[in-house]
């Protein structure tokens, strides 16, 4: 029934809080070894999917596998497997760097000498030589992620829940840890990343965009933008404002986004030659600017797909 | 041996977190001390139906209406009929009588020469109030008395305190303040345990590793069954140091009901962790059990001279259990087989609570 080569297979999942549908029928499959995305703004059921895949949730309905076990039956053959970095920071802040991780170790009873050893590694990998007799808690954004990292994969997990884990890191610190996530999955370990940050979604291999609970898009950022229905132009002027004015009174036209003094104008497909549209109307409007049809960027499907759902969801 | 290991990992992570925690780490040795200053009165108050026994040798006419006549009384509540004053006493260190009436076989003889006393009443003097009661009945006027003699009965009765002859209200009380607080101090500690680990989030992290919820309830539960050992050590020392309070039972007794006590009380605290949603609502609920305990369980009154509503609450409250089975090893030198009841009725609570802590817990967040 499953793909033997998926290491997470979702069929239909969802899950209900009461009256509210935080995960609708999302079905998903990742390969060994690729960095997956979950991008959607906040409350779009990113972080109830990671904890129904991690088995710390139940699923309402639908099936789920993870490295080739049932989460719902073997959630806790599956812990022994899996890392999971949640949202929220959750190692002890009053005890050391190093208490802390030498507690995790314990718990996922790795032998004494073993353990002492990888520790030490997770120490000098991670950078955090110098602070481990510091308390967690009085650690920098970075430092407290690095470690929470550190301890997540500290039983060298072969597939890894990250939820929302640069939240709180500066650009140079998120940098360096996408480093260590390719790093990560050169060496086989799977992973899946929930953000929101286009930038962030870009790297992954693949990734899928949740939209209220529900999976509007996926695939790879260059495969959605290839795909998405919608032609992307791009107008240059001195005055955004009014070039704003003048878009928006084409019907036709689905979303203006303003970039700095560019603007993004997302336009239906079905229409032909776009850029050609939009410069009439700008020259009727007596606005002088540069008109080009460009390449789709992550964040023009991102719009165009949120766009387009909360579109239909009017209808319904 | 990982699940070893992991119980260890958990004990370790509760004692460094603990040595951290410098208000709870105060709590631990200053609630002893601050609780054993401020108790140092006893509360005393009417009682009615002690549990009493009677050893009539002389089984007379007169004899026979004096026990009518304290029964009328409701004072005592005459529940066993034994042969010697041995007897008596036996009943008196295993705690099942407070007051014994021992009527001598030349019972009438002295009633009629009043020499002497009569009979004698048997008394655990430990608890102040119950002295005072006997010294009571002492002036309890007795019809035989009025109709067939002049003058009154001073004589007839003699209090024979055991166990504190002295009088001394400290020395019912050091005892019974072992027993509260234990109960304030385990229930509370173990009650916020887990909830501690919810509202910080580091639950979420442990859920997610292979920690078993026994392995995760045993390991939160050891470090502090030392530490209520070390109270029980604080508590009897200072009692002994300030007030002269003896040991007259031996040590491996009070070490084993102390034990049983503070697994049952940690025990009640992780069911309450487990049920409680935030530290706020697991210390209210700890106060709900608190309250009771100290007000019922025979710490502050008498338990017999309670109404039978709250006797059977009592009988519900560790506490109450581990009054009787301290206060008796403590105070009268009784070992915990002549009080196998008390001893049958702690494990129960234990198990019970535990069970259901363990059940409550899930490993899952919904």
């Known amino acids: ?134 308390r967690a808690g009085t650690l920098s954004g970075g430092q407290k992620q690095r470690l929470a990292l550190a301890a997540a994969i500290l039983h060298e997990p072969s597939m890894l829940f990250l939820d929302e884990p640069t939240s709180a890191v500066d650009p140079q610190n998120r940098r360096d840890f996408w480093e260590t996530l390719f790093q990560l999955a050169e060496q086989g370990t799977t992973i899946l990343v929930s953000t929101h940050y286009m930038d962030e979604a870009e790297r992954c291999h693949q990734l899928a965009i949740l939209q209220q609970g529900v999976k509007v898009a996926d695939g790879s950022p260059q495969a959605l933008g290839r795909g998405i229905n919608v032609n992307v132009v791009e107008v240059t002027a001195d005055s955004a404002n009014q070039v704003r004015q003048a878009i928006r009174s084409i019907p036709q036209v689905s979303s203006v986004t303003q970039l700095g003094v560019r603007l993004r104008v997302l336009i239906p497909k079905e229409l032909q030659d776009p850029a050609v549209m939009v410069k009439q109307v700008l020259q009727q409007n007596q606005i002088v600017a540069q008109v080009d049809q460009v390449i789709p960027s992550l964040e023009d499907v991102f719009v165009a797909v949120t766009e387009l759902q909360a579109a239909e969801g009017e209808a319904a | 041996m990982n699940s070893l290991l992991r119980i260890f990992a958990i004990m370790r992570k509760e004692l460094l977190q603990l040595s951290r925690d410098r208000l709870t780490f105060g709590m631990i040795v200053g609630i002893p001390f601050i609780q054993l200053t401020l108790f140092g009165y006893a509360i005393n108050t009417d009682v009615r139906n002690l549990r009493a026994a009677v050893a009539d040798q002389s089984n007379s006419h007169l004899s026979r209406e004096l026990i009518a006549d304290i029964n009328a009384s409701q004072v005592l509540r005459f529940e066993h009929q034994v042969g010697t004053a041995e007897e008596l006493e036996d009943l008196l260190d295993s705690g099942q009588i407070a007051i014994g009436l021992y009527i001598p076989e030349d019972f009438d003889r002295r009633v009629v020469a009043r020499e002497r006393q009569a009979a004698q009443l048997l008394v655990d003097g430990t608890d102040p109030i119950i002295l005072g009661v006997a010294q009571r009945l002492t002036s309890v006027p007795m019809s035989f008395d009025t109709q067939r003699m002049n003058g009154p009965a001073e004589n007839l009765l003699e209090v024979h305190n055991y166990y504190n002859p002295e009088r001394r209200s400290a020395i019912n009380i050091v005892p019974g303040l072992v027993g509260v607080i234990l109960t304030m101090t385990m229930v509370l500690f173990t009650a916020v345990a887990i909830v501690r680990e919810r509202e910080r989030g580091n639950l979420e992290l442990l859920i997610n590793t292979p920690v078993r919820t ?14 209520g050992l070390i109270q029980v050590v604080i508590i009897l020392g200072l009692g002994w140091l300030f007030f002269q309070v003896p040991l007259r039972g031996e040590r491996l007794d009070v070490l084993w009901a102390s034990l049983l006590f503070i697994a049952t009380n940690l025990s009640l605290g992780l069911f309450i962790s487990t049920s409680a949603k935030t530290q706020f609502q697991a210390m209210q609920m700890t106060f709900f059990i608190f309250l009771p305990s100290i007000l019922l369980s025979g710490f502050m009154f008498p338990f017999d001279g309670m109404p039978e509503l709250a006797r059977n609450i009592a009988e519900a409250l560790p506490l109450t259990h581990f009054n009787r089975l301290i206060r008796g090893i403590v105070l009268r030198g009784a070992d915990l087989q002549s009080m196998l009841n008390d001893v049958l009725a702690l494990l129960a609570m234990m198990v019970i609570m535990l069970s259901l802590a363990i059940r409550r817990f899930s490993k899952r967040l919904d």
């Open chain 2, 214 to 227: 026994t392995e995760l309830m045993l390991g939160k539960i050891a470090p502090y069954v030392v530490i």
């Open chain 1, 1 to 134: 029934m499953n793909d033997p080569e998926m290491v997470v297979s979702a069929q239909a999942l969802c899950r209900t809080f009461g009256q509210v549908k935080a995960v609708r029928d999302v079905s998903l499959a990742i390969p060994k070894g690729t960095i997956y995305g979950f991008l959607g703004p906040n409350g779009s059921g990113k972080s109830t999917t990671i904890r129904m895949l991690c088995g710390l949730l139940t699923p309402t309905s639908g099936t789920a596998t993870v490295l080739g076990l049932d989460v719902r039956k073997q959630a806790e053959k599956l812990k022994q497997q899996i890392g999971y970095m949640t949202q929220k920071f959750s190692l002890y802040e009053d005890l050391t760097v190093q208490e802390n991780l030498r507690f995790i170790a314990e718990v996922y009873a790795i032998p004494g000498k073993q353990r002492r050893v990888r520790v030490q590694q997770l120490l000098e990998e991670f950078d955090l030589q110098e602070q481990r007799k510091q």
